[in-house]
């Protein structure tokens, strides 16, 4: 599985920003799928994950109301709206999927569940 994340860039705080990560070669309709960020001097962070057969995203709480994550699986891309970003949100984006698995308790959250990963997209919000 190969990603290719698209859609960062320089914005005002408020704004807003749609992220975009397409995936190729196999995927694993089945498997999950994810947004971690990293902001300057920090380590990876969960953003948001969700399964290619869809149902309900799973979101850090404090990014909840602000951050929406989506898929077209026909067109196997994910998404993450970015609403009413903040200074605090500017860090490197980076999308993730994982194979088929079982998942435990708040695995999805961890960057050790995802097998593969896109090259990140910097977001830069300006106060």
């Known amino acids: 599985v190969q990603l290719q994340a698209s859609g960062g860039g320089l914005v005002q705080a408020g704004e807003s920003l749609r992220l975009s990560c397409v995936a190729s070669?196999?995927?694993?309709?089945?498997?999950?799928m994810a947004w971690f960020r990293q902001r300057p001097g920090t380590g990876r962070e969960f953003v948001a994950s969700?399964?290619?057969?869809?149902?309900?995203?799973f979101y850090t709480e404090s990014l909840k109301g602000r951050f929406t994550m989506s898929r077209d699986g026909a067109e196997k891309t994910m998404y993450l709206q970015m609403d009413s970003l903040k200074a605090e949100d500017t860090a490197a984006y980076y999308c993730?999927?994982?194979?088929?698995?079982?998942?435990?308790?708040?695995?999805?959250?961890?960057?050790?569940?995802?097998?593969?990963w896109g090259q990140g997209t910097q977001v830069t919000v300006s106060s």
């Open positions: 993730a999927a994982a194979r088929p698995k079982t998942r435990y308790g708040r695995d999805y959250a961890n960057t050790a569940f995802y097998d593969y």
């Open positions: 070669g196999r995927t694993y309709p089945s498997g999950s």
């Open positions: 969700m399964t290619w057969t869809g149902g309900s995203p």
